[in-house]
């Protein structure tokens, strides 16, 4: 089973308008944390917002939001107020232990390519 | 500047072809790591190093090699190269505090082509 999965290959938003996009994950170990990662054209990663799995609150940055709904094992996007600098690749991403001690590794989803429409 | 340097940003070489691509790090970062990124399949971890000395194998890790003998060096070799590693690779590095949040800084990436 994918650890990871976007179900969006992509998704079109009007300007301005608010834009959720989809991710669950797995995992069986209860200490993990959930990134989402903005990839535009150009080609650097960049980091958006991350959520950690004993928050209790939802992770918010600016026009991000994280929604976490742990049960679900879902760590949807929401971009409010979109910006057509907004167009670009977006990659859900979890970190959660591996076999070393201390060691963990990150997994991450296939992306969503979101384009911003005038 | 706080940041994660990678070279060559592309490289262009032959089946068989010994070749190195750095990654260094000036953030006394412990934890280190490779990505290759395919359309299609997003990133997929390739190795990662927990700090010098150690490092271990991540999902994709067939046909690559990683050294850390310097907390702020990760460079990765493939010692015969071959089309399928065609790909577009990242370095990134981040603090490690167990279990809290472990956010990775990102290189710019390496556009490998193998002919």
């Known amino acids: 089973a994918q650890k990871i999965t976007q179900t969006q290959p992509g998704m079109f938003v009007q300007e301005k308008e608010a834009v959720t996009l989809d991710c669950t994950y797995d995992?069986?170990?209860?200490?993990?944390?959930l990134f989402w990662y903005k990839q535009p054209s150009s080609g650097e990663m960049i980091f958006l917002i991350y959520?950690?799995?004993?928050?209790?609150q939802n992770a918010t940055e600016g026009r991000y939001s994280l929604n976490f709904q742990k049960a679900r094992k879902s760590a949807n996007l929401v971009i409010s107020a979109s910006q057509l600098g907004d167009s670009a690749m977006y990659f859900c991403?979890?970190?959660?232990?591996?076999?070393?001690?201390?060691?963990?590794?990150?997994?991450f989803g296939k992306g969503t390519k979101l384009s911003v429409i005038p | 500047e706080a940041q994660v340097t990678q070279n060559p940003r592309y490289l262009i070489t032959v089946t068989g072809k010994k070749l190195t691509v750095t990654c260094s790090q000036n953030?006394?970062?412990?934890?280190m790591s490779w990505y290759r990124q395919d359309p299609g399949l997003g990133l997929r971890q390739i190795y990662y190093?927990?700090?010098?000395?150690?490092?271990d194998k991540g999902d994709v890790p067939e046909g690559y090699k990683v050294s850390r003998k310097e907390k702020r060096n990760f460079p990765l070799i493939l010692e015969s190269p071959s089309p399928n590693q065609t790909s577009l690779y990242f370095c990134?590095?981040?603090?490690?505090?167990?279990?809290?949040?472990?956010?990775?800084?990102f290189g710019p990436g390496t556009r490998l082509t193998v002919l």
């Open positions: 953030m006394n970062h412990e934890y």
């Open positions: 995992t069986s170990d209860p200490s993990y944390g």
């Open positions: 990134a590095s981040s603090f490690v505090k167990g279990g809290s949040y472990n956010e990775q800084f």
């Open positions: 991403a979890m970190r959660e232990p591996s076999s070393g001690a201390g060691s963990y590794q990150l997994t």
């Open positions: 190093s927990m700090n010098v000395e150690v490092t």
């Open positions: 959520q950690g799995s004993y928050d209790q």
